[in-house]
């Protein structure tokens, strides 16, 4: 007992290097406006709450995580992980990349200032295992089948995306910077106003560059961000793992993130 309690109010650790995007863990620095894993020790009681639009900043016993003293939002919190939004206005107006710290506060005590480097841009496409590896988030926007192999992937509707068909396909994920018009912390872009990202990314359908059709934010979920896609119905392979590739701010993200591309 005497253990536990010890525990129970152990202060907050953040890990160094520990706070990455969470699409797919990439530590090459992370973006204003993107959803951040943050791993550590004691950083929280595990207390399930239904998430909330707008996200709090609060969340069990943990009382703020901020990132130079600006709070940041929660999506989810463990002893060893935080999932959170990264504020848009983490830096100074007009300076595009930088250092931050981050300090998670609970009921118990803050932990040490850990410098996090942020970046104009540095994506991370969802995957549907959450490793941010393997089968990507990615749909057909006219059937909203996921482009996967049919009956691939436990709990979607899948089927790979038709090179013949000419639909755009859609892509989940996060981390592509600040958007135009801007936008506050902690809310989806659900007024009905499209949010264009301010960088323009471009996306590679098995080393394809596929035609650009938008690259905004979700109306439904906060910090997610959507990339529209026609793939060339020339060129581009086909088959059931073939890589699915975001280009920007000078970084790609890995070619082990995969759709199913049919003829």
């Known amino acids: 007992m005497l253990v536990c309690a010890s525990l129970a109010h152990a202060q907050p650790v953040v890990g160094a ?13 992370v973006a204003p406006g993107s959803i951040v894993a943050i791993f550590g020790t004691n950083l929280a009681t595990t207390i399930p709450q239904p998430e909330t639009i707008p996200l709090s900043t609060t969340w069990s016993d943990v009382t703020s995580v901020t990132f130079n003293d600006v709070p940041a939002g929660l999506f989810f919190v463990s002893s060893g992980q935080i999932n959170a939004q990264l504020p848009f206005n983490v830096l100074p107006s007009g300076q595009e990349s930088g250092t931050v710290n981050i300090v998670v506060t609970r009921t118990n005590g803050s932990s040490a200032p850990q410098t996090v480097t942020v970046v104009p841009a540095s994506p991370g496409i969802f995957t ?34 038709s090179l013949s068909s000419g639909h755009a396909l859609i892509i989940a994920c996060t981390g592509l910077g600040p958007v135009t018009p801007s936008i506050g912390n902690y809310v989806a872009a659900s007024d009905g106003i499209l949010r264009n990202t301010v960088l323009q990314p471009a996306v590679l359908i098995g080393g394809v560059q596929a035609q650009s059709v938008y690259s905004v934010l979700s109306p439904q979920f906060v910090s997610e961000y959507q990339i529209g896609v026609v793939p060339d119905p020339t060129t581009t392979p086909t088959g059931n ?18 759709i199913a591309v049919a003829p």
């Open 241 to 258: 793992a073939v890589p699915l590739q975001i280009t920007i701010n000078g970084v790609t993200t890995s070619a082990q993130v995969t």
């Open 128 to 161: 549907a295992n959450a490793t941010g590896l393997g089968q990507a988030l990615a749909y057909d926007n006219t059937t909203s089948l996921v482009a996967a192999a049919a009956g691939s992937v436990s709990g979607l509707t899948t089927a790979p995306i």
């Open 17 to 29: 290097g520990g706070v990455v995007n969470d699409g797919n863990y990439s530590a090459q620095g």
